[in-house]
């Protein structure tokens, strides 16, 4: 391969679609470069040797040319076996894919984003219905992002989260002391120093932590939905009616 002017990364395949008559458009993840769009020239011939490389969930090293809107694909490694999931978990990967496709500018370098993205993938392989993976990057990518949340001390008065007290989050702000019969967003002190730590006891736990982080992520997604939520709830229904 001409190495003039060829860049080389740690990369996932976020998305791809059909381009041309042959070749596909690929979003990628990439550890130093952040991400971007490549064209991955005839990728869906017959011949081409990155068909079955250009999958999400695999660890890829990619080389390519060009800045920006003109980016070229040029080789594709494999950096590793793919991870591989229960139907439930695929669609929560590919939730993931889909928040950092909206969520993150174009060749912005995220280099903490990556490495938690990689570990949430390896994580969800390994130990099947853990969703505590998810609920820490969504925590850290909130972060990540300028926008994370205040959880070990309260908003007034900067004093430390207590376990048993009952506190209304404000997402301007933080948790702040009040009693069960508030009508705003609640949660356990147990629960929000859980999710700092990133350690779960107790289903209440996870649920009450996805409730908070789903509504800070909706707030900057803005008004259009994410489709891969949709998915996960239809699946989850049908799982209930089956």
Known sequence: MDSLNILSDRAYVLHTRPYRDTSMLVDVFTADHGC??????????????NKGLLQ?????IIHWRGQRELVTLREVEP????????????????YLNELLTRLLHPLEAMPGCFQRYEQ?????????????????????????????????????????????????YEFSSGPVATSENDRGLCLKGNTLLALAKGEFTD????????????LALSAILGPKPLRTRQLMREYLQQQAID
């Open 79 to 94: 950096a590793g076996p793919p991870c591989q999931f229960n139907t439930y978990f695929t669609l929560v990967g590919f």
């Open 120 to 168: 949430t993938l390896q994580t969800m392989s390994q130990v099947p219905g853990d969703m505590s993976a998810l609920r820490i990057f969504e925590r850290d990518l909130l972060q990540a992002l300028g926008y994370g949340l205040r959880l070990t001390t309260t908003a007034e008065t900067e004093e430390p989260v207590q376990p048993d007290q009952t506190y209304r």
């Open 203 to 214: 289903e209440t736990q996870l649920q009450m932590s996805k409730r908070l982080l789903q």
């Open 56 to 60: 999400p969930f695999s660890p890829l």
């Open 36 to 49: 971007f769009r490549v064209v991955a020239k005839g990728a869906r011939s017959k011949r081409s040797s």
